[in-house]
C-alpha cells in the first residue's frame, strides 16, 4: 500500500465497543460496494468475547468479538485500522495501546471530550511511529467503493445518491463530520464523485490536520483536484496557503472556512466544535478566506456559491484533458432490515406466536388492554390481575377477593405433603430454588393438587345429568369412580375444616346463585352417611366455587367446560402452593439443614434371601 493511501478495497478494520450498528451499516457499504471480504476483522468488547451476529447481504454471519485489542491484533495480523468508540474516559488509553501495536497503522477515534492534553500526546505518538490518527470528535471518513469507518455517509440511501459505491477523481477534507454528508452530495452533483473522504474532528488538537490529509491527496495520482472545508478558529488553514505558495499542493484545491457570521458575534463564542471559536483576527473565518484567495486557492463568496466553485474547476480540468470522469456502475442494493420493512409497511409475514393476553410493544405494558400504572392506581390487586391475565376480564371486587381467599388458603399444608416434602429433599441436597421448586411441582397431579379440575368436572357432570345426589353417587360407585373433592384424613363432620366453613359462607354471601355448592352439599350429606369423614374437602370446594362463580360472571356451560379441561383451576391450587414450597426451600436455607437421608426403620425391607431362579423350557439350549 502507497504511503499516502490510509484504506483500500482490501482494508480491515477492528470495531472498539459494541457498536453493532456502525458495524453493519460498514457492512452494508462493503457489500454494496462488491467488495469480496467483509472490512470488520472482528469487534474489541471487553466486556465479553464471543460472537456478534451480522448480516452480508442476505446471509448472516458471525463476527468474533475480542475482550482486548492485543487478543485481536494477534488473531488478526492483516487488519492495519482500528476504529475506537471508546468513551472521552478511555478513548486516550485505548488508543495509545493500538498505537503500539506494530500491525495497526491507523486509528480513528470517534469519542468527543477527550482531554486536549491527551489529543496533543496521541498526535506526536502517532507521527513518532509514522501512523495516522483521524480524531478524536470525528464521524470518521470514506474511501469510495473501498472502506467506510463506522457511520460516516451515513445509511446505504444517503451514499447511492452521493455515489459513494465507487471512487470518483475528488479528495475532500473537513474538520466537520455533519457537514460531511451535505459535501459528498454537493460534490456528487457537481463532479464525477468523492475519490475519498476525511472528518479529521472539530477538537483543537486533532490527530491529523487538513494539512496532512490534503498532502495525502496531492501524492495520490488518483486524485485530481481536492475540496476542504474548514472552521473558525485556529490558525491551521495558514499552513495550506504557504503550501499552495510553495507549491506543495499543485493541484486544485476548493477551499470555504465556515464560521464568517463570527465577526458580529461576541468575542470568544464558540460554534459547537471546541476548536471553532475566533480568540483573535487572525482565526476569524472572513480572515482565513482571504488569505487562502490571496494565495492562490479557489474560494467562493460564500457557502452558497460552493458548489458552482466545485463544478466551474472540475469541468475545466475536463476541458484540459486533467480528468477522465469515472464510469458509472450499478451498486449492489443492500437487503432492507426486517424490523424497518415491518415499520414502512412493506412486508407482511404469519406469526409465529399469538398472544391475547397482554402487549409489551408500546411505551407501557398493558395486560388485557390496561396498562399496569392503571392497574396499580385502580388497585386490582393479585385477584385482579389473575382476571386479566387468566380469563381476559375486569372482575369485580367480590371476586378478586374471593381469588386471594383462595390463594392464602391453599398456600400451605405443611412439610409432610408430597410437594413441600420433595421441595425440602431437594433443597437439602444443595440444589437452587428453581429446581426445588420444581422438585415440589412435579408432584402435583391426580393425586396430590388435581381435585380441584376433578371436583368440578364430576359435580358439573352430575348436576347437569338431572341426577339425584343419593343417584349421583351410586353412579360413581357403580363406575369404580372415586368422587374427586370429597373425603379428608383428618377433618370430618364433626370436626369441619375452618378453611372450608369460612369458603362457603363467602360464597353464601357474595354469590348471587351458587347451585353447584348446593348440589355438592347435599352430596355431602349422602356421603357422610356411610361414614364422617367422607366431607367435601377444600380442594373440591374450591373447584365446585369456581365453576358457580364463572356463572355469575356469565360464562357459558361450554366457555366453563373449556377452562376445566385446560386445567384453569389446577391452575389456583399451582399458583398458591408455589407460595408455600418457596417459603419450605428458604425455611431449610436459612436453617442450613444437611442432605436428607430417609431413616430405616420407616421402611419395610421385604427381600428375599436368594433371587428366584428363571428355568428355560422348550428350547433345547438348557444347561
Given at each position: 500500500m502507497e504511503s499516502y493511501t490510509l484504506f483500500d478495497v482490501d482494508t480491515k478494520a477492528f470495531v472498539y465497543g459494541s457498536q453493532r450498528v456502525a458495524v453493519q451499516r460498514m457492512l452494508d457499504f462493503d457489500y454494496m460496494?462488491?467488495?469480496?471480504?467483509?472490512?470488520?476483522?472482528?469487534?474489541?468488547?471487553?466486556?465479553?468475547?464471543?460472537?456478534?451476529?451480522?448480516?452480508?447481504?442476505?446471509?448472516?454471519?458471525?463476527?468474533?468479538?475480542?475482550?482486548?485489542?492485543?487478543?485481536?491484533?494477534?488473531?488478526?495480523?492483516?487488519?492495519?485500522?482500528?476504529?475506537?468508540?471508546?468513551?472521552?474516559?478511555?478513548?486516550?488509553?485505548?488508543?495509545?495501546?493500538?498505537?503500539?501495536?506494530?500491525?495497526?497503522?491507523?486509528?480513528?477515534?470517534?469519542?468527543?471530550?477527550?482531554?486536549?492534553?491527551?489529543?496533543?500526546?496521541?498526535?506526536?505518538?502517532?507521527?513518532?511511529?509514522?501512523?495516522?490518527?483521524?480524531?478524536?470528535?470525528?464521524?470518521?471518513?470514506?474511501?469510495?467503493?473501498?472502506?467506510?469507518?463506522?457511520?460516516?455517509?451515513?445509511?446505504?440511501?444517503?451514499?447511492?445518491?452521493?455515489?459513494l459505491y465507487r471512487p470518483g477523481s475528488v479528495g475532500f477534507v473537513s474538520k466537520s463530520g455533519g457537514m460531511s454528508n451535505e459535501c459528498y452530495n454537493i460534490i456528487a452533483r457537481n463532479t464525477d464523485g468523492v475519490y475519498e473522504g476525511v472528518a479529521i474532528g472539530g477538537d483543537l488538537f486533532p490527530g491529523s490536520t487538513l494539512m496532512d490529509h490534503l498532502l495525502r491527496y496531492e501524492a495520490n495520482p488518483d486524485i485530481k483536484m481536492m475540496v476542504c472545508l474548514g472552521e473558525v478558529g485556529g490558525i491551521d488553514e495558514y499552513t495550506i496557503a504557504e503550501a499552495v505558495k510553495s507549491k506543495k499542493l499543485s493541484k486544485p484545491v476548493v477551499i470555504w472556512i465556515t464560521g464568517t457570521s463570527a465577526t458580529v458575534m461576541p468575542k470568544g463564542v464558540q460554534f459547537g466544535h471546541a476548536g471553532a471559536r475566533a480568540d483573535s483576527a487572525l482565526e476569524t473565518a472572513e480572515a482565513k478566506n482571504r488569505a487562502l484567495k490571496e494565495a492562490g486557492l479557489i474560494v467562493p463568496d460564500s457557502f452558497d456559491d460552493f458548489d458552482i466553485k466545485i463544478r466551474e474547476t472540475f469541468d475545466q480540468l475536463k476541458k484540459e484533458n486533467k480528468i477522465t470522469p469515472a464510469a458509472e456502475i450499478e451498486p449492489r442494493k443492500v437487503?432492507?432490515?426486517?424490523?424497518?420493512?415491518?415499520?414502512?409497511?412493506?412486508?407482511?409475514?404469519?406469526?409465529?406466536?399469538?398472544?391475547?393476553?397482554?402487549?409489551?410493544?408500546?411505551e407501557e405494558h398493558s395486560y388485557a388492554g390496561v396498562p399496569i400504572t392503571?392497574?396499580?392506581?385502580?388497585?386490582?390487586?393479585?385477584?385482579?390481575?389473575?382476571?386479566?391475565?387468566?380469563?381476559?376480564?375486569?372482575?369485580?371486587?367480590?371476586?378478586?377477593?374471593?381469588?386471594?381467599?383462595?390463594?392464602?388458603?391453599?398456600?400451605?399444608?405443611?412439610?409432610?405433603?408430597?410437594?413441600?416434602?420433595?421441595?425440602?429433599?431437594?433443597?437439602?441436597?444443595?440444589?437452587?430454588?428453581?429446581?426445588?421448586?420444581?422438585?415440589?411441582?412435579?408432584?402435583?397431579?391426580?393425586?396430590?393438587?388435581?381435585?380441584?379440575?376433578?371436583?368440578?368436572?364430576?359435580?358439573?357432570?352430575?348436576?347437569?345429568?338431572g341426577m339425584s345426589p343419593r343417584e349421583f353417587v351410586d353412579h360413581m360407585r357403580k363406575n369404580n369412580v372415586t368422587i374427586q373433592g370429597i373425603g379428608h384424613r383428618t377433618h370430618s363432620i364433626e370436626n369441619p375444616d375452618a378453611r372450608v366453613e369460612l369458603m362457603i359462607g363467602y360464597a353464601k354471601k357474595h354469590f348471587r346463585e351458587h347451585p353447584l355448592l348446593d348440589y355438592a352439599l347435599k352430596v355431602q350429606d349422602v356421603t357422610t352417611r356411610k361414614r364422617g369423614n367422607l366431607i367435601l374437602?377444600?380442594?373440591?370446594?374450591?373447584?365446585?366455587?369456581?365453576?358457580?362463580?364463572?356463572?355469575?360472571?356469565?360464562?357459558?356451560?361450554?366457555?366453563?367446560?373449556?377452562?376445566?379441561?385446560?386445567?384453569?383451576?389446577?391452575?389456583?391450587?399451582?399458583?398458591?402452593?408455589?407460595?408455600?414450597?418457596?417459603?419450605?426451600?428458604f425455611d431449610q436455607q436459612r436453617l442450613m439443614q444437611p442432605l436428607y437421608r430417609h431413616p430405616f426403620d420407616d421402611i419395610l425391607y421385604e427381600v428375599p434371601e436368594k433371587p428366584e431362579e428363571v428355568r428355560l423350557t422348550g428350547r433345547g439350549d438348557e444347561k
Open positions: 460496494c462488491r467488495r469480496k471480504e467483509p472490512s470488520v476483522a472482528g469487534m474489541i468488547t471487553p466486556e465479553r468475547g464471543g460472537f456478534e451476529k451480522v448480516f452480508w447481504g442476505t446471509r448472516e454471519i458471525m463476527l468474533p468479538r475480542y475482550q482486548s485489542i492485543k487478543e485481536a491484533a494477534a488473531s488478526h495480523p492483516e487488519a492495519d485500522v482500528m476504529i475506537n468508540f471508546a468513551s472521552e474516559r478511555s478513548a486516550y488509553d485505548t488508543t495509545r495501546e493500538a498505537l503500539d501495536i506494530d500491525t495497526i497503522r491507523t486509528v480513528t477515534v470517534i469519542a468527543e471530550g477527550v482531554p486536549e492534553r491527551h489529543a496533543r500526546i496521541l498526535a506526536a505518538l502517532a507521527k513518532k511511529n509514522n501512523k495516522w490518527i483521524i480524531g478524536p470528535a470525528t464521524v470518521g471518513g470514506i474511501k469510495a467503493g473501498a472502506f467506510k469507518i463506522g457511520n460516516a455517509a451515513g445509511t446505504p440511501e444517503n451514499i447511492a445518491e452521493c455515489k437487503p432492507m432490515d426486517f424490523k424497518q420493512a415491518v415499520s414502512e409497511g412493506l412486508v407482511r409475514r404469519s406469526t409465529n406466536f399469538v398472544s391475547t393476553i397482554c402487549d409489551d410493544r408500546g392503571k392497574v396499580i392506581e385502580e388497585k386490582y390487586g393479585i385477584g385482579g390481575v389473575i382476571g386479566l391475565l387468566w380469563f381476559k376480564k375486569k372482575m369485580p371486587v367480590y371476586v378478586t377477593e374471593f381469588i386471594e381467599i383462595v390463594l392464602q388458603v391453599i398456600a400451605d399444608h405443611g412439610p409432610a405433603v408430597a410437594g413441600a416434602h420433595n421441595t425440602i429433599v431437594t433443597a437439602r441436597a444443595g440444589k437452587n430454588l428453581i429446581e426445588s421448586l420444581i422438585a415440589g411441582l412435579a408432584t402435583i397431579g391426580p393425586r396430590f393438587g388435581g381435585a380441584l379440575n376433578g371436583a368440578a368436572e364430576h359435580f358439573t357432570f352430575g348436576l347437569r345429568s374437602n377444600i380442594d373440591g370446594l374450591i373447584g365446585i366455587l369456581f365453576v358457580d362463580m364463572m356463572r355469575n360472571l356469565g360464562f357459558t356451560e361450554k366457555q366453563i367446560d373449556e377452562e376445566i379441561k385446560i386445567g384453569v383451576f389446577n391452575g389456583f391450587f399451582i399458583l398458591g402452593r408455589t407460595m408455600g414450597f418457596m417459603g419450605h426451600f
